[in-house]
T-cell receptor
Framework: EAGVTQFPSHSVIEKGQTVTLRCDPI?????LYWYRRVMGKEIKFLLH????????ESGMPNNRFLAERTGGTYSTLKVQPAELEDSGVYFC????????????FGPGTRLTVL | DQQVKQNSPSLSVQEGRISILNCDYT??????FLWYKKYPAEGPTFLIS???IKDKNEDGRFTVFLNKSAKHLSLHIVPSQPGDSAVYFC??????????????WGLGTSLAVNP
């Protein structure tokens, strides 16, 4: 069974540009999460989808970040315009519905904003 | 202000000995705790979890202990193996917060198991 996949693995862009990250969850996982780890800091929650609906977006830093999950399958996270402080590793995770189901993580996308 | 704290950035242990990784939390609403393991260039991988109604959970070489009154948990790995060398993250969740499933993470502890 394929795990969570993320694309691209690395992205280097200049300040002010736009970047779109993609996440494909494990098939059948209705829960999809985005997290971010900035260098030297802890992994931080960004948002949580249940199918195509945003269940919790309390961690989104500001309105430069837009997440979508059309059709309840893959998700995209767009940063527009990117700022220097957006640099970090963006992780996507997915899980089955249910309180105790573990979250399976993708390998992450390393974003560098110059 | 960090709600989940892993105060040891690194730990070095001899192969075959016990590794003990510690985690403290401040939020009394947390009632489910997880340990994840992470290798370089990979995402975190779930290792073991514990609900607040228990004080111990064991899975093979891995045991997690929870002390609710002290708001402290620890992960024991015995015997430690070189393949266990990785960064270990402690994470917590408030299960009773409706459909809230977000994990709150510690900074991680880098474990090195020496042959």
């Amino acid at each position: 069974e394929a795990g969570v996949t993320q694309f691209p693995s690395h992205s280097v862009i200049e300040k002010g540009q736009t970047v779109t990250l993609r996440c494909d969850p494990i098939s059948g996982h209705d829960n999809l999460y985005w997290y971010r780890r900035v260098m030297g800091k802890e992994i931080k929650f960004l948002l949580h989808f249940v199918k195509e609906s945003k269940q919790d977006e309390s961690g989104m830093p500001n309105n430069r970040f837009l997440a979508e999950r059309t059709g309840g399958t893959y998700s995209t996270l767009k940063v527009q315009p990117a700022e220097l402080e957006d640099s970090g590793v963006y992780f996507c995770a997915s899980s089955l519905i249910g309180q105790y189901n573990e979250q399976f993580f993708g390998p992450g996308t390393r974003l560098t904003v110059l | 202000d960090q709600q989940v704290k892993q105060n040891s950035p690194s730990l070095s242990v001899q192969e075959g000995r016990i590794s003990i990784l510690n985690c403290d939390y401040t939020n009394s609403m947390f009632d489910y705790f997880l340990w994840y393991k992470k290798y370089p260039a990979e995402g975190p991988t779930f290792l073991i979890s514990i609900s607040s109604i228990k004080d111990k959970n064991e899975d093979g070489r891995f045991t997690v202990f929870l002390n609710k009154s002290a708001k402290h948990l620890s992960l024991h790995i015995v015997p430690s193996q070189p393949g266990d060398s990785a960064v270990y993250f402690c994470a917590a969740r408030a299960l009773n917060a409706g459909n809230n499933r977000k994990l709150i993470w510690g900074l991680g502890t880098s474990l090195a198991v020496n042959p």
